[in-house]
């Protein structure tokens, strides 16, 4: 069974937009994506990159590319007016949810993805994030317990220092085998790459 | 007759690309390029952005993902040894010939983007530019001298600040009308922006 590991952070705009494409890329390649939740500010103070959003000119202009590539999937995608969204806390559930092997895991990752980027939710504020769990089906109370777990604070570190050894810089970010691919815009290359591997 | 303008600097990778890809751009859309030299240095320096380069992690990938398009594109690519390369003086040659409507000018163009990116001079060193433009059919004396007088280093000043005052932040970028786009890989976009232009 081919798969790819898919980098991803649900406060950046492009993780949310790779996102959206992921089952059309699993069905063109027959290859399944496995997700890998890290911290992309912890990759920013690693690495020394940032976030486009901190360049002015280029904040500017990165919202009418990330508006373009909506359009063309034909996905809903509204800029978040709290971005950047700290999410600590939302990436912990989501490593917390998958080291527990929950079936829900990607019903969470759909949650939280669509509440920053479609509803326009100040996710940064725990009580928001907390009803927008309950509704998507969660008990929010123990999640975030769960997220709070010392053993969860730990994996979310360690997955986040191996995307840094592994290259990482940004999100999102794409392996397929040792091939390294950034942004949502080269989905197209993981794509190859899947078709060419065996 | 529709047009579009390409902002560019011989120095960065993504110009290089960009321009190979002009002519099937041109011949798709009916459109003409319309070349637009910059100092890209001086952008970077007005509005805080840098060179990818400059983060290690994204230094070492960017190069894979330059390499992957000029595989894609089917064009020769060669790292530059020298890079970064100061393209100062190469820059000022090149809005020179265009204020003079010099017919040479796209060859111009052709020798340096090559002798950077495909022949991996070291075109920092001035002897060298200068051997590389003569092997061009140029008299270089002559050319080093129009880049030099005041009126042409005014000229991509001036070039400089009109690429920050729209919007610019890297190279190459692209403008069909107000429309802006940044990078040699969103070159599908200007070429549909141009099918929808009148």
Known sequence: MKSFEF???????A????????????AATGATAVFKPMLLGGVFQATGNQSPANIPAKGKYIFADFSRFAKRYGVEFNMNPWFPVNTLLLM?????LQMKGDPRFKDYCRAVFNAIWVTSLNM???AVASQALV???FDATAL???ASEQATKDALKAATQTAVERGVFGAPTFFVGDQMFWGQDRMDF???ALQ???
């Open 144 to 146: 975030i317990a769960l």
């Open 15 to 26: 993780s949310y937009l790779a996102w959206t494409q992921l089952p059309a890329l699993e």
């Open 196 to 198: 060419k591997a065996r």
């Open 124 to 126: 940064n504020d725990t």
């Open 7 to 13: 980098w991803f952070d649900f406060g950046s705009t």
């Open 190 to 192: 993981v794509k190859e």
């Open 92 to 96: 912990r559930g989501a490593i917390a």
């Open 135 to 137: 509704r998507a089906g």
